[in-house]
């Protein structure tokens, strides 16, 4: 009989779970980090070599005639920012152009980007791309005016190298900022298409794909053609110059690509986001998605953290970054994009 109680208990108590959503079976330690600027968006994270939190963000205001873009520094979670940098950028047109910005950092300077549309439209006026090497220095300049950079996501930077991911171009690219010249990266494997890009102080992390002859079976859709015949995960030694692949990389990159290809070529979700495990002494990786934190090793998937404010399609985990001790850095969007926050998960 007692036995008999035991199993309607543990029955009640998955019940439980599965109504309210916990599905994780570890504590975590979870912290919201107050925002410097809660108008502004994060469009990229970093960890300096002290170990402090670094924040690129960009806002538009004046209905599109003015963006600003800012970086911001902390070492006490949010409890205070130190701004490192702040630019206005403008319309060329006030009757004509709204701007868009983006920024992104590249080591102790940023590249910022100024998307100029027709009106409220989609449509491409000019893009205007500016570099700073330095926070602490007034060298912003406008890059590239002949030639402008189209569209890229991500960089990796090792000492003065800055390397970008040029979705344009499908390519991984060293960017040199002195001439203003994008030249392909050495050693970096034949591949076809680089879905993402992370990156920290010394290796770029892809997931990209790869040429794969598919059978009559699966060409003609009798068969499934699993991602791990054409995902590829590389990891990119900036310092030797020297690229790896590896199991457990592989197998994130195609968790990667299920998570957000979902099996349907044509009806992609929302991207995940990942980071090294940078406190682990074997190779790990954080996969963040709207269903949640998870992390693989050698051992497979854990689930490490789930929220079910992330959940549906109108949410998205944007940014990742951890720490040499371990503690993870999400930022998120939700209800809809109404909402975003910066939360701190210690494992």
């Known amino acids: 009989m007692r036995n008999k109680h035991i199993e309607y208990l543990i029955i009640i108590i998955a019940i439980l779970c599965c109504v309210t959503g916990c599905t994780s079976t570890k504590n975590r330690d979870t912290e919201t980090i107050p925002l410097p600027d809660e108008e502004a968006t994060v469009s990229d994270m970093s960890i300096d070599e002290e170990g402090n939190l670094i924040l690129a963000m960009d806002k538009t205001s004046t209905g599109g005639l003015t963006a600003d873009v800012a970086v911001w520094k902390t070492d006490n979670d949010g409890k205070e920012w130190k701004k490192l940098f702040k630019k206005t950028l403008k319309s060329p047109d006030d009757e004509r152009i709204t701007v868009e910005p983006e920024i992104y950092i590249a080591g102790s300077g940023a590249i910022v980007r100024q998307i100029n549309y027709i009106g409220d439209s989609l449509v491409t006026d000019a893009t205007d791309t500016y570099y700073t090497s330095n926070f602490g220095r007034d060298d912003f300049k406008k890059i590239f005016q002949n030639n402008p950079i189209k569209v890229f996501d991500g960089i990796g930077c090792y000492g003065e190298e800055i390397y ?53 079976e699966e060409e003609n859709g009798m068969a499934y053609v699993s991602p791990s015949k054409f995902i590829r995960g590389r990891r990119y030694d900036m310092q030797k110059k020297e690229v790896a692949e590896t199991e457990v990389l592989n197998q994130l990159a195609v968790r990667f690509y299920e998570k957000w290809q979902s099996g349907d070529a044509d009806s992609y979700k929302q991207r995940p986001v990942f980071f090294p495990d940078l406190a682990s002494e074997e190779e790990a990786y954080y996969l963040a998605h709207n269903d949640g934190l998870f992390r693989l090793d050698k051992n497979g998937e854990e689930l490490i953290y789930e929220d079910k404010s992330w959940k549906g399609e109108e949410n998205e985990v944007l940014e990742i970054v951890v720490t040499a001790d371990g503690d993870i850095y999400l930022y998120v969007f939700k209800d809809h994009y109404t909402n975003h926050e910066l939360v701190k998960i210690t494992p």
């Open 164 to 216: 970008i991911n040029y979705t344009s171009d499908d390519k991984i690219m060293k960017f040199n900022p002195a001439e203003e010249m994008l030249t392909a990266a050495e050693n970096m494997g034949k591949y076809e298409s680089v879905y993402y890009m992370q990156s920290d102080s010394r290796y770029i992390y892809m997931v990209c794909s790869v040429h794969y002859e598919p059978t009559w």
